[in-house]
């Protein structure tokens, strides 16, 4: 795992109910509450909210911020969380898609610099929501794959913040967090936005543009074009050949969403961190 040398503050956001053993805060007293002594640049933060509302103004709060202080920042959830997304302190969910859609903001903000951890169950599971192609939500994301309980919780992330601005090193960081964890016990899991961009492009592909995937994928486009009367009125013949000019060539679908997911039409100098060719994207690993 590569950690940019850029990153200068952790903010944890912690939504736990009364109740609850506040893990966000035990955290960030423990080990982020004096991040300076790391670096006169580094710094810490934590945020409490109830409330999905309350989360969501939080994370816009923070995507203005960024531009304004220059922050690249480490987002640190600790909350409880499943497949429908994050279980928040007034037990009601904020959906993982809701939330991908806020940190698009953010890591476009930071320049496509935003590292995402979550210190809650399931929280791979964003992983999957960030692949629709539209919108790189981090340049890396760190969730677990199960249920971790919260005590563990709280002890992988300190040594793994620990080892992070001690080693300056996110593989070393990595191995501490995973560190002896049984064989049937949920790991934590990174990834980063290239390697999710392209297992998503291959995927689409794989899916729409080759075989029965491609033709259908040709008939859905063209009954919908089929609805703009100008069309209509050329034909079924015509409408099926414009569909498939639009199709014959993968590689422009290629760059679309490669520009698209990257923010380059804005961000031109993200080209030169995440270089990739078409021909090595779409190749299926035999792994």
């Known amino acids: 795992m590569k950690v940019t040398g850029l990153l200068n503050k952790v903010i944890v956001i912690e939504s736990l109910a009364e109740e609850e053993l506040k893990t966000g805060t035990r955290l960030f007293e423990d080990r982020l509450m004096h991040l300076d002594s790391y670096s006169e640049n580094l710094f810490g933060e934590l945020i409490s909210v109830e409330d999905s509302d309350a989360f969501i103004n939080c994370l816009r709060k923070i ?47 930071s320049r ?22 539209d919108g790189a939500p981090f340049f890396g994301v760190i969730g677990a794959q199960d249920d971790v309980k919260a005590g563990d919780l709280e002890r992988r992330f300190r040594d793994f913040y620990a080892v992070l601005f001690d080693a300056k090193d996110g593989d070393m960081a990595m191995e501490a967090l995973n560190k002896n964890i049984g064989d049937n016990e949920p790991r934590f899991r990174f990834i980063g936005a290239r390697a999710l961009f392209e297992a998503s492009f291959r995927s689409y592909y794989w899916k729409f543009c080759r075989g029965k995937g491609k033709r259908e994928r040709i008939e859905f486009l063209v009954s919908r074009v089929l609805q703009n009367p100008e069309i209509k009125a050329r034909g079924i ?22 520009k698209r997911f990257f923010f380059t039409d804005h961000l031109p100098e993200v080209l030169e961190r995440f270089p990739m060719i078409f021909e090595d994207v779409i190749q299926v690993s035999n792994a």
């Not at 013949?237 to 490669?258: I, M, S, T, Y």
């Open 63 to 109: 995507s203005q911020r960024i531009p304004k202080e220059n922050i690249v920042p480490i987002i640190h959830i600790e909350c409880h969380g499943d497949e429908e997304g994050l279980m928040l302190a007034d037990g009601n969910h904020l959906p993982w898609n809701r939330f991908r859609n806020e940190l698009i903001k953010i890591n476009f903000a």
């Open 112 to 133: 496509l610099n935003t590292l995402v951890v979550i210190g809650a169950c399931d929280g791979a599971n964003l992983i999957g929501t960030a692949t629709q192609m």
């Open 237 to 258: 013949k015509h409408a099926r050949a414009k569909v498939k000019e639009q199709f014959a060539n993968p590689e422009d679908d290629f760059e679309f969403f490669r």
